[in-house]
């Protein structure tokens, strides 16, 4: 079974400017979450979309945006970027919606550097 | 509100040596209970979970973690360390926000010769 994957692997962009990454998670999964990870922050939450519909949200801007597509696929857009915006952003998969706690299987990532 | 600890932001050990690396978390509640592993360049990889049950749990790759509720801890442990663990751990609690998890800053093992 394919794992997460995650394109682009690596991004460049300038500040202002708008990016959006993918997210295709392990066959069967609907859920999909996405992290941020930074040096300074370490991995942070920022949403995770089950059937098509954002259930959790972390605390960023509304910059951060995402969707989860019918085939479980998921979309994270970023606006305006910024400098902080730098990162590696992982998505992660898992099976189930609210009831039970699954593991997460987690993407190679997305680097995006701003400059 | 969760959160999680990791006192050791780099440990360096002797391959074949012992290894031990700590986590406390804050969590009002039975918390669900996670390390994973990351190589440079790399995703997360699970090493092991505790959700219930029994507090000794068996992952991958030989590690292995104790929970204590007492001290609000999930240590994890290796008996023999190997090169190739060399790598960040980070260890994570979920509960509050359903599949959100919130991890710690992470521990970066060195393993030297």
């Known amino acids: 079974k394919a794992g997460v994957t995650q394109t682009p692997r690596y991004l460049i962009k300038t500040r202002g400017q708008q990016v959006t990454l993918s997210c295709s998670p392990i066959?069967?999964?609907?859920?999909v979450s996405w992290y941020q990870q930074t040096p300074g922050q370490g991995l942070q939450f920022l949403f995770e979309?089950?059937?098509?519909?954002?259930?959790n949200k972390g605390n960023f801007p509304g910059r951060f945006s995402g969707r989860q597509f019918s085939n479980s696929r998921s979309e994270m857009n970023v606006s305006t970027l910024e400098l902080g915006d730098s990162a590696l952003y992982l998505c992660?998969?898992?099976?189930f919606g609210s009831g039970s706690y699954n593991e997460q299987f987690f993407g190679p990532g997305t680097r995006l550097t701003v400059l | 509100a969760q959160s999680v600890t990791q006192p050791d932001i780099h440990i360096t050990v002797s391959e074949g040596a012992s290894l031990e690396l700590r986590c406390n978390y804050s969590?009002?509640?039975?918390?669900?209970l996670f390390w994973y592993v990351q190589s440079p360049g790399q995703g997360l990889q699970l090493l092991l979970k505790?959700?219930?049950?029994?507090?000794l749990v068996q992952g991958i790759k030989g590690f292995e973690a104790e929970f204590k509720r007492s001290q609000s801890s999930f240590n994890l442990r290796k008996p023999s360390v190997h090169w190739s663990d060399a790598a960040e751990y980070f260890c994570?609690?979920?509960?509050?926000?359903?599949?959100?998890?919130?991890f710690g800053k992470g521990t970066s093992l060195l393993v030297t010769p």
């Open positions: 979309y089950f059937s098509e519909t954002q259930r």
């Open positions: 066959s069967g999964h609907r859920s």
């Open positions: 969590y009002g509640a039975t918390p669900y």
């Open positions: 992660a998969s898992s099976l």
């Open positions: 994570a609690v979920g509960g509050d926000s359903g599949y959100a998890l919130n």
């Open positions: 505790y959700f219930s049950g029994d507090t």
